[in-house]
């Protein structure tokens, strides 16, 4: 199969297909770093990085809002000093979906970027 992060995001949509419990399980191997939570019922990925302090903690954050906007699907992002909360879901859709998984493989190449 091809790498994760290489895949292409689909376009946000209301009715695109939430993953499956058999597909969560399957994709969550490819970022074993990643969490997934469910927050008022709405399934979410999570992982906190960690940086030497709070520049390089925002830089990362720009990072990631430029490969956000690439293919038009946000995080939640939470930058503090020496640290970075990224969190995703397809909102539209209200869970997970095969984009979140794409985008959090391509979340962890940025820190390859320092
Ligand atoms: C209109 C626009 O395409 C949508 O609002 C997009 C923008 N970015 C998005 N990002 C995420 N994570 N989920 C969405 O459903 C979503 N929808």
Request: aromatic share 8%.
């Amino acid at each position: 199969m091809t790498e994760l992060a290489a895949q292409a995001c689909e376009a946000c949509r209301a009715d695109a297909p939430l993953v499956s419990d058999d597909e969560l399980a399957e994709l969550l191997r490819e970022i074993p770093d990643w969490t997934p939570i469910a927050r008022d019922g709405v399934m979410q990925l999570e992982r906190v990085f960690k940086f030497r302090n709070f520049k390089q903690a925002l830089a990362f954050t720009n990072r990631v809002g430029e490969i956000a906007e690439e293919v038009g699907h946000h995080p939640a992002l939470l930058t503090e000093w020496g640290k970075v909360t990224v969190t995703w879901w397809s909102h539209e859709a209200g869970g997970l979906h095969k984009n979140d998984f794409i985008m959090a493989a391509r979340t962890d190449k940025q820190l390859d970027a320092d």
